[in-house]
């Protein structure tokens, strides 16, 4: 069935580090890849979205490209702040099934 | 202004009652859906509605009940067969009835049985 792998998480950065978190996802056909974040104490917020191959999701100063032939959606920022702490999400919809399926998460700590 | 409102916060209950979580939404959006979070697993689907009076079994029903009575609520119901309900429990709605994998969230509700 289709699935979402994510890096495992803590990823501790300090502030103006470039930040990669890795996702890679199996599934038939050709989903559209989701990145959620959540903040501490809250619910997800939908961060970034690609609907087709080689599609560029970006918001916030996140990107994440849609990449078909390695099967991934890694998600990147240039200079990340105290602020992006949080719990990353990777999802995709529209493999086998019309559910949203999620990854692991992967939690973010930037310190000062 | 617009969202999904949950209710309550963080609830205890003791093992063998039944519980209900609460979700409204004042975004007139079709879909409702509940999801579970434990650490380390993501996020489960539990049950999810496309329209009033309909609902769907998501991947982990069993021990949980819902409603959809009306368009704005879709509460949830933790019943004394959930063999482990500790979790947190997230309510999320999105605008059409097809599921896009653009869903508005709320802020959880934090059970533990004690």
């Known amino acids: 069935g289709d699935s979402v792998t994510q890096m495992e998480g803590p990823v501790t950065l300090s502030e103006e580090a470039f930040l990669t978190i890795n996702c890679t996802y199996t599934?038939?056909?050709?989903?559209?890849l989701f990145w959620y974040v959540q903040y501490p104490g809250e619910g997800l917020q939908l961060l970034l979205k690609?609907?087709?191959?080689?599609d560029k999701g970006s918001n916030k100063g996140f990107e994440a490209t849609y990449r078909k032939e390695t099967t991934s959606f890694h998600l990147e920022k240039g200079s990340v702040q105290v602020s992006d702490s949080a719990v990353y999400f990777c999802?995709?919809?529209?493999?086998?099934?019309?559910?949203?399926?999620f990854g692991t998460g992967t939690l973010l700590a930037v310190q000062p | 202004d617009g969202g999904i409102t949950q209710s309550p916060k963080y609830l205890f209950r003791k093992e063998g009652q039944n519980v209900t979580l609460s979700c409204e939404q004042n975004?007139?959006?079709?879909?409702m859906y509940w999801y579970r979070q434990d650490p380390g697993q993501g996020l489960r689907l539990i049950y999810y509605?496309?329209?009033?009076?309909?609902?769907q079994k998501g991947d982990i029903a069993e021990g949980y009940s819902v409603s959809r009575e009306k368009k704005e609520s879709f509460p949830l119901t933790v019943t004394s067969a959930q063999k482990n309900p500790t979790a947190f429990y997230l309510c999320?709605?999105?605008?059409?009835?097809?599921?896009?994998?653009?869903?508005?969230f709320g802020e959880g509700s934090r059970l533990t049985v004690l």
């Open positions: 509605s496309q329209i009033v009076n309909d609902f």
């Open positions: 599934a038939t056909g050709y989903p559209s």
């Open positions: 999802a995709l919809i529209g493999g086998a099934t019309n559910k949203l399926i």
């Open positions: 975004l007139n959006h079709d879909a």
């Open positions: 690609a609907t087709k191959a080689d």
């Open positions: 999320a709605s999105s605008p059409g009835q097809m599921n896009t994998g653009e869903l508005f």
